[in-house]
């Protein structure tokens, strides 16, 4: 079955970089969108970065130059470089696949988009 497992979080300052890493199984990795997802407690779950098959990335504006999404389809994995860490970008940040997506465009951060998430892990950034 689709298994999606993140690692990569921990806790920095303000300022500091962090990459997170989401292996994939269970599915052909490189025909489908993948998305990085957080949410902060109080708050619901917002869409930061997606990758289609063809590797063309797209980010929220809130973490545009900072955030950058990449994948190896050799490895199955996705990573999330994260730089310039802020204390708002404080969350559990997850990955997400959309299975309708086989060879297309990403349809959009939408969490409704993704139908097979992984657990999450946690980033927390300090002033």
């Known amino acids: 079955q689709v298994k999606l497992v993140e690692s990569g979080g921990g806790s920095v300052q303000a300022g500091g970089s962090l990459r997170l890493s989401c292996a994939a199984s269970g599915f052909m990795y490189s025909w489908y969108c993948m998305g990085w997802f957080r949410q902060a407690p109080g708050k619901e779950r917002e869409g930061v970065a997606d990758i289609d098959s063809f590797g063309r990335a797209s980010y929220d504006e809130s973490v545009t130059g900072r955030l950058t999404v990449s994948q190896d389809n050799a490895k199955n994995t996705l990573y999330l470089q994260m730089n310039s860490l802020k204390p708002e970008d404080t969350a559990m940040y997850y990955c997400?696949?959309?299975?309708?997506?086989?060879?297309?465009?990403?349809?959009?951060?939408?969490?409704?988009?993704?139908?097979?998430w992984g657990q999450g892990t946690q980033v927390t950034v300090s002033s």
């Open positions: 997400a696949v959309d299975l309708n997506t086989p060879g297309r465009r990403c349809r959009g951060r939408t969490e409704a988009n993704f139908g097979a």
